[in-house]
């Protein structure tokens, strides 16, 4: 009978080995893990936080649609990442624009660190990582088409372009061998695979899906937007600080500009603001703030402070023109202003870095135009129009071909209705009163 149990322990054991001297190979920083893991969780708790901010800014009957979108997006992706996405962003390299599935499944990963993207780490923990921001963006991507796009073609949509937008965009970047990352683009933490490949693939959107019935809306809930907000610039640290990949002086830099830039372009947003409609508004502040934190992304792990500060300026202001003079200039129904700020601001963080990034925060980087090296703007402008075209253009391939099989938008009657109850059948506010609809 012992014998009977102790030679498939034997041989179970046998099969770990492996696997166990696989993970002992290299060495791990605990420190490092522990910051990325730290680091992951904060760029997790960003898009809840993101659910908040939109959800507050629709109108009331819309406030679950929003929100579902957000959640949903953390469930689909977090799957389509382990399958796929990772391997395909990361894995191998074809052609220099696309990974390859060597890493499908997280097959071949192990649980050791990684010479090319996680020296200190394990592997797991880079992807897991990556897999925050694979989630966030997309769920940007929400706030241009929100109050009128279907659940079942959201579903479809976000499925294919994580996997035929974002995936390639982040191995151009990121991938080793992807061809901005040789060409020597800087993006620290997604100026161009976050923030404008969300932006353009937003206005795409909302042009394809054409206006709502009433497009001239006011937030419904001020307090969620602002809490909202707070998880997004609290998770945002995470977001840049974690992309040094390891506790030194570039990730306490890249927290420092992060906030500073933040703070900055608050300001510039509400002073811009306060002089042109004499009014400062809690909106404009915390849109602001997000301009701020948007257009600091990619420069974060690159510039100082005082550079932090100029970035955040000119961010709250030119994404204030964006919101509320050129979107209604051209005349598209961009619900939550996903375009005005996160493709806006990317696009001035993105050449920002090129002017303001400099080797001695970060001697792995590049100096900019005001540190000597007018090539660098020129790299970087490169990276900004190719992720415009290539973004815009798939997005439309994208939305074309599921309108062959499927309706887009609902119809204006259950637009008129709300999405909660017409796509849910459940109510933010069924608490005794009924929502107060702002925009009627």
């Given amino acids: 009978m012992k014998k009977r149990i102790l030679i498939p322990a034997i041989i179970a054991l046998s099969m770990l080995i492996p696997n166990i001297a696989f993970a002992a190979a290299g060495k791990i920083d605990t420190g ?99 897999l925050m921001f694979a989630i966030i963006t997309p769920a940007l991507i929400t706030g241009a088409f929100a109050e009128r796009m279907k659940f079942s073609a959201f579903i479809i949509f976000t499925l294919l372009w994580t996997t035929l937008v974002y995936d390639p965009l982040a191995h151009w970047v990121w991938g080793n061998g992807g061809w901005l990352r040789d060409l020597g683009a800087l ?21 394809i899906l054409g206006k709502r019935k009433n497009a001239k809306m006011v937030p419904h809930h001020m307090p969620m937007v602002l809490m909202g907000a707070a998880f997004l610039w609290f998770g945002w640290f995470g977001f840049n600080a974690g992309s040094a990949l390891s506790v030194n002086g570039i990730a306490v830099n890249a927290f420092v500009v992060t906030n500073t830039a933040a703070a900055a372009a608050s300001i510039g947003w509400v002073l811009t603001e306060w002089k042109v409609s004499g009014k400062p ?99 970087q402008l490169t990276g900004v129009v190719a992720t415009y075209i290539f973004a815009g253009l798939m997005s439309f391939i994208i939305l074309k071909f599921i309108s062959l099989f499927m309706e887009l938008r609902v119809t204006k009657e259950e637009e008129e209705l709300g999405l909660d109850i017409v796509e849910h059948g459940e109510e933010a506010y069924n608490i005794g009163f009924k929502a107060i609809d702002f925009n009627q």
């Fill in 281 to 379: 508004t809690l909106l404009g502040a915390v849109s602001g703030a997000v301009a701020g934190l948007v257009a600091i992304t990619p420069a974060s792990g690159y510039v100082t402070a005082v550079s932090a500060i100029a970035i955040g300026v000119v961010s709250g202001i030119i994404c204030f023109i964006s919101v509320n003079y050129i979107k209604h200039k051209i005349g598209y129904d961009d619900s939550l202003d996903a375009f005005g700020i996160h493709g806006v601001g990317g696009t001035w963080g993105a050449l920002a870095t090129g002017l303001f990034a400099t080797k001695a925060i970060n001697p792995a980087g590049a100096n900019g135009l005001f540190y000597g090296n007018p090539n660098q703007l020129l790299i």
């Fill in 187 to 207: 993006d620290f933490a997604g100026g161009t695979v976050v923030h404008i490949s969300s932006g353009v693939s937003g206005l795409v959107a909302a042009l």
């Fill in 32 to 130: 490092d893990t522990a910051f990325i893991l730290f680091s992951a969780a904060l760029v997790m708790i960003m898009t809840p936080g993101l659910a908040f901010f939109y959800g507050g800014m629709v109108n009331g009957k819309n406030v679950i649609s929003i929100m579902m979108q957000s959640f949903t997006i953390i469930a689909l992706i977090s799957v389509q990442w382990v399958l796929f996405g990772f391997s395909l962003s990361f894995s191998g390299d074809i052609n220099h624009l696309i990974g390859n599935l060597h890493w499908a499944g997280l097959n071949n990963i192990g649980l050791g660190p990684d010479s090319t993207y996680s020296s200190t780490i394990p592997l797991l923990a880079f992807m897991v990582y990556q």
